[in-house]
């Protein structure tokens, strides 16, 4: 039950809706009060002000009431339809009224009226024309027409007062539409195709001839059905026969107040899938998992809330995965975006050395001076998971000897586990220079012990990868940021190394303002998380996915591999990514995915075969217990921006060739 701080201002605001459906949204109704006070203002009426009827504030400018099958309001059709009471189906099923509610899109509402009447009155009046009908009955011959209609409306007042000695009550239900257009021939097709809905499930629908204006009034939110549409529209139900099977909402929507264009269009009711994953009152969490084959769209579904979120304000950071950079560049040079391009070849640069720096002033104005945790401390454990990548053979004796050489690399930085020796004495304002690679390679050559660690360790100093033994030359402050590793496919080895990264620094970008809202993609999780990474790598994902939510943030896991996915200690990881998502985004699968997904999602076997089914663009979310079908789209600009398909890549090549000509 949603209640108003104001239930009058609220009751005047829907009146004046109703009443003036174009002009409200040119018009508010704070801007047509101020018009009327005006008014009375400029003809020396004050006197009058406190005065004012209700109606000078939601009377519409003009109503024309002259036509028999149609009213006009502020140039508006409306069209009053009426389903007649021998216009319903015998035997309905459980929510057949939901056909008409998910019918009412643009220019369609629905009225629904229940009016419960007294038992003992209609038990008095049932056994009546039980009686009547019985005795009709005996002088009608049984090749009369009329027979029929007298046999069966005698079974059918018994079923009716065998369900009042039951307990159920009965009630009087009436059907009334309305339909709007802003032309006459548009406001005929709408009525037309309505009917033709109603008669494919055995029902008809009556205009309202010569009775608009009582269908207006009736359509008003006052519950006064006009008692000429009462008799004509009435018909009796029971309780559960037909009353609690009208229940009209039997499909989920997601319509949230501040949230941005989730997906597209349900295609169960045609309604808008909008949602605030940060609204921690909906959400346990703002996470989202996106699951499918390849080819399914993961990645434009990614980019596509990508730059929603980055218009909303909302920053944004995207790890590429690999054979996949190109894909983001275009959208993140539209939009002023940064692109990070982490590979052997590139310029860029991401010290993972490097202490950063993290502005605390937020948290400190909320909870206080924080504890004074070694920052040496928790990089070098960062540092672990970065060498087990790396050198996965690893014995725990080498790990030992890491732990000292990387004590002592940053010690001949003078830095300690004291957090005051970060700070550059000529400039307090800042940290220290940091390591590189290279100072972590000259301690682990000192030593015949960890040589070995040393000469695997070369490639990324003086070989092939040498660019990774640099200091940090890049910047994250950019609202959307994008960190490429798409070049990282001729190692394994290198590629989960370059994606942790990626990760560590956008990590630390993220922990620093828990008030202000950010999102984290990781396209290609199970790069990380799989057969082919490691547990160090796989604790600190799921790490993200668990604590992101305490620092205002939203961790976006995608994959197309489910076997690679859940293939780390029994899918321990996979499952947990998956647990701490609140909402779960499902494209096409094959049936072996979608039976494995089934089993972790508890879906019914109707929403299983759906899946395997999903055209490219089609998909189910799940949140908060609910699945909804939903048919996601994108404005020709995004379309433009984030597309791979073929044909539409040529359209857009041949449309710039153009324009250069």
């Not at 009582?214 to 559960?240: C, I």
């Not at 996949?324 to 052997?344: C, D, L, T």
């Not at 590139?346 to 909870?367: A, F, G, Q, T």
């Not at 994902?541 to 896991?557: D, N, P, T």
């Amino acid at each position: 039950m949603v209640t108003h701080d104001n239930e009058d201002e609220f009751t005047t605001d829907v009146l004046y809706t109703l009443l003036n459906r174009t002009l409200c949204t040119e018009v508010p109704l704070p801007d047509r009060i101020s018009t009327v006070l005006s008014a009375y203002t400029k003809e020396n009426r004050m006197e009058e002000l406190d005065h004012i009827r209700i109606n000078e504030f939601l009377a519409p400018e003009s109503v024309d009431f002259r036509h028999s099958h149609y009213v006009q309001i502020n140039g508006l059709y409306h069209s009053y339809l009426l389903v007649p009471s021998d216009g319903y189906k015998n035997r309905v099923t459980p929510g057949w009224l939901s056909l008409l509610v998910n019918a009412g899109g643009e220019g369609i509402d629905i009225d629904f009226f229940l009016q419960k009447q007294p038992k003992d009155k209609i038990q008095q009046r049932l056994g009546q024309q039980i009686r009547i009908n019985r005795s009709k009955l005996k002088d009608a011959s049984d090749t009369n027409t009329d027979y029929d209609d007298l046999d069966s409306a005698i079974r059918s007042g018994y079923f009716l007062k065998q369900g009042l000695a039951n307990n159920e009550d009965f009630y009087y239900m009436n059907l009334l539409i309305t339909i709007t257009a802003t032309t006459l021939e548009e406001l005929q097709w709408r009525i037309q195709e309505m009917k033709k809905l109603l008669i494919s499930q055995d029902m008809n629908l009556h205009s309202c001839y010569f009775l608009q204006e009582q269908g207006f009034l009736s359509s008003l939110p006052l519950a006064n059905l006009d008692k000429k549409l009462f008799k004509l529209s009435k018909r009796n139900v029971l309780t559960s026969g037909g009353a609690a099977s009208c229940y009209p909402f039997v499909s989920y929507s997601i319509c949230d107040d501040n949230g941005i264009l989730f997906g597209g269009v349900n295609k169960h009711n045609n309604s808008l899938v909008i949602a605030d994953i940060f609204d921690s009152r909906q959400y346990k969490n703002s996470n989202i998992c996106i699951l499918g084959c390849s080819g399914a769209g993961k990645t434009f579904t990614m980019q596509t809330m990508a730059l929603r979120m980055r218009r909303k304000g909302i920053q944004v950071f995207i790890i590429a995965p690999p054979l996949k950079g190109h894909e983001f560049y275009r959208a993140a040079r539209n939009v002023g975006g940064e692109f990070i391009q982490i590979s052997p070849a590139s310029k860029n640069c991401i010290n993972i050395m490097e202490i950063r720096k993290v502005d605390n002033s937020v948290n400190e104005l909320l909870d206080g001076p924080t504890l004074d945790a070694s920052a040496l401390a928790g990089k070098i454990q960062r540092l672990h998971i970065f060498f087990s990548l790396l050198i996965p053979d690893m014995s725990h004796e080498e790990k030992q000897l890491l732990d000292e050489a990387l004590i002592k690399t940053y010690a001949l930085k003078g830095i300690t586990h004291k957090n005051e020796s970060l700070t550059d004495p000529q400039h307090p304002e800042q940290y220290k220079k940091m390591p590189i690679l290279e100072d972590v390679y000259n301690v682990l050559l000192e030593s015949e012990d960890t040589k070995r660690l040393a000469h695997i360790l070369n490639r990324l100093v003086h070989g092939s990868a040498s660019s990774f033994n640099q200091q940090t030359n890049v910047d994250l402050t950019n609202k959307y940021t994008v960190l490429d590793i798409s070049e990282l496919t001729g190692s394994s080895d290198l590629l989960t190394v370059g994606m942790f990264v990626a990760l560590d620094y956008v990590w630390d970008k993220a922990k620093e303002n828990r008030t202000e809202e950010k999102a984290i993609f990781v396209d290609e999780v199970w790069q990380l998380i799989g057969a082919s990474s490691n547990r160090l790598a796989a604790e600190f994902v799921l790490e993200i996915a668990k604590i992101i939510r305490a620092y205002s943030g939203a961790g976006i896991f995608a994959t197309q591999d489910l076997n690679d996915f859940f293939a780390l200690d029994d899918g321990k990881y996979g499952k947990g990514i998956i647990n701490n998502c609140k909402t779960k985004i499902i494209l096409n699968m094959e049936d072996e995915e979608a039976q494995r997904v089934k089993t972790i999602l508890h879906l019914s076997e109707t929403e299983v075969m759906n899946i395997t089914h999903f055209q490219r663009g089609n998909g189910l979310i799940s949140t908060n217990n609910n699945n909804i079908t939903v048919e996601f789209k994108a404005s020709n600009l995004e379309k433009e921006l984030i597309t791979t398909d073929r044909q539409e890549l040529l359209e857009i090549l041949a449309k710039q060739k153009k324009q250069a000509v």
